[in-house]
């Protein structure tokens, strides 16, 4: 089954503690993207990569890392959370401009809370 | 800097009626624009894509037009069903850069 799997699905942390969140696509997607959604404020790009070792900020990257080593995977990383941080965090994944349909499919979503 | 809207923010309709959610868009160099469904607590389904070249595209009771000199998408759902409540999301993919701008949603509720 075509799919974007995110893992974990919740996670509560402490401020400072660094943690990552796994992306993983079964799609050979050459596009892959994460967001995080918040009350008000809809939907924001963190980060996104067009294929393996590139990757572009989004419209709110500060305090993310990224890396896309291999073309299925993903990782979102938070070297120091901060209670800020704290939302709902999706990963996305689609074919790429060389694809003629290039619809994005989600992953399940991560709920993140820093205290 | 695009900025994608939704209008309205929450919509409540009865059961069978047709209805219609906009989005419009400030910067029309899009590659493409995609319409999604959000059920509560839930991730995005993709409802419909619509390529800068196209006009619409259809799906069932869904279409889903594109004006992309005017800066507007339109979602048109035929014979409104309860299960049709959810919010509904327009996202843009911008020519120059590859980023994706999501409009906010448009919360839809179908009253039985």
């Known amino acids: 089954e075509a799919q974007v799997t995110q893992n974990p699905r919740y996670l509560i942390t402490v401020t400072g503690k660094k943690l990552t969140v796994t992306c993983s696509q079964n799609?050979?997607?050459?596009?892959m993207s994460w967001y995080r959604q918040d009350p008000g404020l809809g939907l924001r790009q963190i980060y996104y990569?067009?294929?393996?070792?590139?990757?572009d900020k989004g419209d709110v990257p500060e305090g993310y890392k990224v890396s896309r080593k291999e073309k299925r995977n993903f990782p979102l990383i938070l070297e120091s959370p901060s209670p800020n941080q704290t939302s709902l965090y999706f990963c996305?994944?689609?074919?790429?401009?060389?694809?003629?349909?290039?619809?994005?499919?989600f992953g399940p979503g991560t709920r993140l809370t820093v205290l | 800097k695009q900025e994608v809207t939704q209008i309205p923010a929450a919509l409540s309709v009865p059961e069978g009626e047709n209805l219609v959610l906009n989005c419009s868009f400030t910067?029309?160099?899009?590659?493409?624009l995609q319409w999604f469904r959000q059920d509560p607590g839930k991730g995005l389904t993709s409802l419909l894509l619509?390529?800068?070249?196209?006009r619409e595209q259809t799906s069932g009771r869904l279409n889903a037009s594109l004006d992309k000199s005017s800066g507007r998408s339109t979602l048109y759902i035929a014979a409104s069903q309860p299960g049709d409540s959810a919010t509904y999301l327009c996202?843009?993919?911008?020519?120059?850069?590859?980023?994706?701008?999501f409009g906010k949603g448009t919360r839809l509720h179908i009253l039985p």
């Open positions: 990569s067009m294929n393996v070792e590139v990757t």
């Open positions: 996202a843009v993919l911008l020519n120059r850069d590859d980023k994706i701008i």
């Open positions: 996305a994944s689609n074919a790429g401009r060389m694809n003629s349909y290039n619809e994005q499919f």
């Open positions: 910067d029309s160099a899009i590659y493409n």
């Open positions: 619509i390529q800068s070249s196209q």
């Open positions: 799609m050979n997607h050459e596009y």
